[in-house]
């Protein structure tokens, strides 16, 4: 049973949606100092590498959309390890593992291209 029923297309919709609540959810919950720019700066990163990604909703295309994922993966462990390492507070603890939760699931759920694909268009 195949779980990875996301589109790159989807998942670039999602990217840019889950970029702006980074961006905007820190300041709507109050957070302060280094728990709120992490989370703006995450976000901001997320929506430079989506738009040099190639897929349908990047622009310059410079990244591929497997490296692409490697980069959600990363700041979905970021996200995880960040308040132990940091010291973050309560609200902090909570809102940053969820929101790599969120990331992660989509990483887990988008498909990729199919394997044999490429290693036939590299023939």
């Known amino acids: 049973m195949n779980l990875q029923f996301l589109t790159p297309k989807l998942?670039?919709?999602?990217?840019?949606?889950?970029?702006?609540?980074?961006?905007?959810?820190?300041?709507?919950?109050g957070l302060q100092g280094i728990e709120l720019w992490l989370s703006v700066a995450g976000?901001?990163?997320?929506?430079?590498y989506s738009l040099l990604t190639d897929?349908?909703?990047?622009i310059i295309k410079?990244?591929?959309?497997?490296?692409?994922l490697l980069l959600d993966?990363?700041?979905?462990?970021?996200?995880?390890?960040?308040?132990?390492v940091l010291g973050f507070g309560f609200l902090a603890s909570i809102y940053y593992p969820v929101m790599a939760a969120g990331v992660l699931a989509v990483v887990?759920?988008?498909a990729r291209a199919n394997p044999s694909v490429r290693q036939n268009a590299a023939a």
């Open 108 to 110: 887990a759920f988008t």
């Open 73 to 84: 993966l990363a700041a979905g462990v970021a996200f995880i390890v960040a308040p132990f």
């Open 11 to 29: 998942h670039g919709a999602l990217d840019y949606i889950a970029a702006g609540a980074l961006i905007v959810l820190p300041f709507l919950l």
């Open 55 to 58: 897929y349908a909703f990047g």
């Open 62 to 68: 410079l990244v591929s959309f497997d490296l692409h």
């Open 43 to 48: 976000g901001s990163g997320l929506i430079l």
